[in-house]
């Protein structure tokens, strides 16, 4: 996911990766790949099959300087856009040819107001 301004430049990045929950989880009494695995530590990041995932990112679209003492804001832009992708990446790279697959792309343009109403 990333947020752009106007004129393209880049303000931030982010990436959330899902990869699925090994099936032993603290079950039986063989370690499996790791003392994580077997005590059930890891988190549950995967997607499940027809069912909606919702991923929160937060976009500072500002930046915060000191001046004579006070915290003063400046806001990077009033209208971005922000594009966001799901690939399907099942082993190696993106960039590794038939391996990547996109799934989904959308993009939306934001509006911060002048003096943030």
């Known amino acids: 996911m990333t947020a752009k301004t106007k004129d393209g430049k880049q303000f931030y990045a982010s990436e959330k990766i899902f990869m699925p929950v090994p099936q032993q989880l603290g079950r039986g009494d063989k370690m499996g790949r790791g003392p994580y695995e077997k005590s059930g530590m890891l988190s549950d990041s995967s997607l499940p099959p027809l069912k909606t995932i919702q991923q929160e990112f937060s976009i500072p679209v500002y ?23 799901v ?31």
């Open 87 to 117: 690939w399907y990446l099942p082993y190696g790279k993106k960039d590794d040819p038939g391996n990547a697959q996109k799934w989904f792309a959308t993009t939306k343009t934001l509006h911060i107001a002048q003096g943030g109403k």
């Open 63 to 85: 930046t915060e300087e000191q001046k004579d003492g006070k915290t003063v804001r400046t806001i990077i832009a009033n209208d971005f856009t922000v594009d966001v992708e």
